[in-house]
Structures are given as structure tokens and as C-alpha cells.
T-cell receptor, first 115, second 115 residues
Framework: EPEVTQTPSHQVTQMGQEVILRCVPI?????FYWYRQILGQKVEFLVS????????KSEIFDDQFSVERPDGSNFTLKIRSTKLEDSAMYFC?????????????FGSGTQLSVL | KQEVTQIPAALSVPEGENLVLNCSFT??????LQWFRQDPGKGLTSLLL?????REQTSGRLNASLDKSSGRSTLYIAASQPGDSATYLC??????????????FGTGTKLQVIP
């Protein structure tokens, strides 16, 4: 069964460093997302991406964050200058389209630890 | 602001019992609602997606219902098994959620099925 894959599974970085989290969505999907989950808290929406541009973003997704689809398969989340509060599990998700095809499929996540 | 609440926060049942998990939402302008399970330290696995035009969806031992008028969805698990132990999340997509692509997650119900 097709799945969303994320790398790395764990990332440790120093505060102020840049990190790039990588995702390979399901191949025929058109909508791509990043979510995050701080330990013990809800899963939170960060950003959605469609047709090579951001379609929606939350208030969490500030200028320190960016997303890119550099080729036909990868989807990346960049955090320019990490802060302690960026420590969380980051999930990539994708969906095929609208209506019945809006079902979200999630990757297994990247655990980001900012020291 | 859209609120999605799940009650109870935790539930422990003996194997073989039927059980119901609840999800409440405040926005009546719902597009769809999706149920997920999350295993510790893992990603989210999609279980069922209910569109606003539907009243229920079934997959195997799982049945999800949607009552828009009361702002509730329930996930019914029949003949529970130890392998069902996980955290169950509902995710709401609605007109007043801050954007069509933005999905709001509930707080989750942590289920333990005791052999």
C-alpha cells in the first residue's frame, strides 16, 4: 500500500541552526501538508501546499518556516533558525483531492529536538 | 475559534467489549470529519472519513457516525482486541476553521484493551 515517507525519523539540532525535514508524499496525491505535535499536546496544522504554492497556513507558520517541492517527489519543511519551542514531532501528510479523496495520509513523523 | 473535544481522555476496557469514543465540535458548517489512530511515537493511521452529506461509515469492526445538528461524531469499535490499544483522534474540517485545508484535531482518547 502506498505510504508517505519522512526522513530523518529523529533530528537533533542546536538552537539557531537551520533544519530541513523531508517527505515523500504518495505519488498521485496533489495536496501536501505539514503538521506538528508538541509532546502531550494536540496535532496542529502548519501549512498546506497545492499546485506548487502555499494554499493555507496557520499562525504558527511564520517567516522562520518555509516549504518547497524541489522536484516531482519530495516535499520539504525548512526552519531557518530553530528555537527551543520548535521541538516537536513533525508530520507530513498528503491527500489525493477533494470530497471522497480528501482523506489525509500521514507519514510516521520526524522527531525534532532543539537543544 | 473551532474547538474539537474528545471524551473520555482515557478509557480502559476488557477484551471483547464494544465501545464508543466521542468527538464534539463547535462549528456546524462541517465539510468532513476523519478518525485516526496513533500508536506511541508513531504517525497517524487513517481509519474512516465521513463527509458532511453522510451519516456513517463502516470499516470492519469500526463504525463512525456523524450528527451535524448536535455537533458530534462517534467511533464505535466492536469486539475490542488488545491490538486496538492506541490513541484515537478525530480531525475536523469546516467552513469556520480558518481555511478549507486547515484540519483541526481533537485532544484524543487513549484506549487500552486489557487481555
Amino acid at each position: 500500500e502506498p505510504e508517505v515517507t519522512q526522513t530523518p525519523s529523529h533530528q537533533v539540532t542546536q538552537m539557531g541552526q537551520e533544519v530541513i525535514l523531508r517527505c515523500v508524499p504518495i505519488s498521485n496525491h496533489l495536496y501536501f501538508y505539514w503538521y506538528r505535535q508538541i509532546l502531550g499536546q494536540k496535532v496542529e496544522f502548519l501549512v498546506s501546499f497545492y499546485n506548487n504554492e502555499i494554499s493555507e497556513k496557520s499562525e504558527i507558520f511564520d517567516d522562520q518556516f518555509s516549504v518547497e517541492r524541489p522536484d516531482g517527489s519530495n516535499f520539504t519543511l525548512k526552519i531557518r533558525s530553530t528555537k527551543l519551542e520548535d521541538s516537536a514531532m513533525y508530520f507530513c501528510a498528503s491527500s489525493a483531492g477533494q470530497g471522497e479523496h480528501e482523506k489525509l495520509f500521514f507519514g510516521s513523523g520526524t522527531q525534532l529536538s532543539v537543544l | 475559534k473551532q474547538e474539537v473535544t474528545q471524551i473520555p481522555a482515557a478509557l480502559s476496557v476488557p477484551e471483547g467489549e464494544n465501545l464508543v469514543l466521542n468527538c464534539s465540535f463547535t462549528d456546524s458548517a462541517i465539510y468532513n470529519l476523519q478518525w485516526f489512530r496513533q500508536d506511541p511515537g508513531k504517525g497517524l493511521t487513517s481509519l474512516l472519513l465521513i463527509q458532511s452529506s453522510q451519516r456513517e461509515q463502516t470499516s470492519g469492526r469500526l463504525n463512525a457516525s456523524l450528527d451535524k445538528s448536535s455537533g458530534r461524531s462517534t467511533l464505535y469499535i466492536a469486539a475490542s482486541q488488545p491490538g486496538d490499544s492506541a490513541t484515537y483522534l478525530c480531525a475536523f474540517r469546516g467552513a469556520n476553521s480558518g481555511g478549507y485545508q486547515k484540519v483541526t484535531f481533537g485532544t484524543g482518547t487513549k484506549l487500552q484493551v486489557i487481555p
